[in-house]
């Protein structure tokens, strides 16, 4: 994790390069947060946005499965926060399903949409409310599980 200021301070200085060439090129210069990154809460994301004044070129990719500590964080509740926050900045969502594996490197492990932890469905409702026509897609899904996941009853019932 790197919850140090100085690595946020990195990432600062990193976008102040980067950012006046996504301009001029026309591009978007989107950003993850998560918190394996020095971008790791919506707090961090949000003071980010606002030292570079919410550039309209500088984007957020949101995963909130990528900004969940623990059990005790409620990932609705962090991409609702996120949609009030920064809609605008949101260029897509990062949809996935995991479970916890505790004592692990990684908090989370990516599982068949429908098998862990995550109400898929509400998470696809909610950016969807937030951003008809913004980017939705399925994240970090091995070989397979796309397959499997489209093939049963849940994925019918999101997609119905």
């Not at 809460?41 to 500590?69: G, H, R, V, W």
């Not at 950016?127 to 026509?133: I, L, M, T």
């Amino acid at each position: 994790m790197n919850f140090e200021e100085k690595h946020f301070e990195e990432l600062i200085e990193t976008v102040k390069q980067l950012l006046p060439v996504a301009q001029k090129c026309g591009v978007k210069l989107a950003l993850e947060p998560g918190v394996n990154h020095p971008l790791y809460s919506l707090d961090k994301t949000e003071e980010l946005l606002k030292i570079f004044d919410y550039d309209p070129a500088l984007k957020i990719i949101l995963d909130p499965a990528n900004l969940m500590l623990d059990k005790n964080d409620n990932l609705t509740s962090i991409i609702k926060d996120a949609f009030m926050r920064f809609n605008d900045q949101i260029v897509a969502v990062h949809v996935k399903d995991f479970s916890w594996t505790p004592n692990a490197k990684r908090l989370i492990k990516t599982v068949i949409p429908g098998t862990g932890e995550v109400d898929i469905k509400d998470v696809i409702d909610i950016a969807e409310a937030n951003q008809p026509c913004g980017l939705k897609m399925f994240d970090e899904l091995d070989q397979g599980m796309l397959d499997t996941f489209m093939k049963s009853n849940y994925a019918k019932d999101i997609f119905k």
